[in-house]
């Protein structure tokens, strides 16, 4: 996907009702998190749930393809860089305390997915928590548009890989699951009935 495709569906996201609220998996997630720490969020889009750690007391670095509404957002405990998830991730061994992950981790193929997750670990300290939250298998979009590989479609020109809890798990093996279960929800999905995500807590072995 390009920056273009992010810079319109980024516009068209904070035209909406939810766009200033943390969403409902990191209100989540917090409870399972230590009380501080460094956090950094893949894919922070509009920066929400960024600002909701921030200001939760953790120092953030929010991450994404094009950074355009975080910019606004940077200040004492928050910065911003633009990263490409498909490259290695430009952080040093165990730089953050906390990785974080919305909607974020699914648009790669199995290569890169892998090679995600191992730098994901690789950035996190010892005994340090993974959160992600992803597109499900039980998803009506499922087995539509093309197969590219197995869960892995594209669909309306975007390629979007689905996750079950088994694939999910998989994926973030090299961290001890917490939570991972298809009980995800967001505001937007749930408005089309959607209540089955997949959400993933671990901690790094």
């Known amino acids: 996907m390009t920056d273009d495709y992010w810079s319109k569906l980024h516009a068209l996201y904070s035209q909406t009702d939810w766009a200033a609220k943390p969403s409902l998996f990191a209100e989540t997630v917090k409870s399972y998190l230590p009380k501080s720490g460094t956090l950094l969020e893949l894919g922070a889009g509009l920066g929400q749930d960024s600002a909701y750690f921030s200001d939760s007391g953790y120092r ?47 648009y790669f193929d199995q290569a890169t997915t892998n090679h995600l997750f191992a730098e994901i670990h690789r950035i996190v300290t010892r005994g340090g928590t993974l959160a992600f939250f992803t597109n499900s298998t039980d998803d009506p979009e499922y087995d539509t548009g093309v197969q590219i590989e197995p869960d892995y479609f594209e669909i309306d020109g975007t390629a979007k890989r689905y996750l079950n809890v ?18 995800g929800e967001t505001y937007k999905d749930s408005a089309k009935g959607v209540h089955n995500l997949i959400r993933f807590i671990g901690t790094k072995k």
């Open 166 to 183: 088994q694939s999910a798990r998989q994926f973030s093996r090299d961290f001890k699951p917490i939570l991972a279960d298809n009980k």
């Open 60 to 106: 953030v670095t929010a991450t994404d393809l094009n950074i355009d509404k975080l910019t606004v957002l940077a200040g004492t405990n928050f910065s911003v860089q633009a990263v490409d998830l498909r490259q290695d991730l430009p952080f040093e061994n165990n730089s953050f305390d906390i990785v974080y992950a919305h909607l974020s981790l699914h």
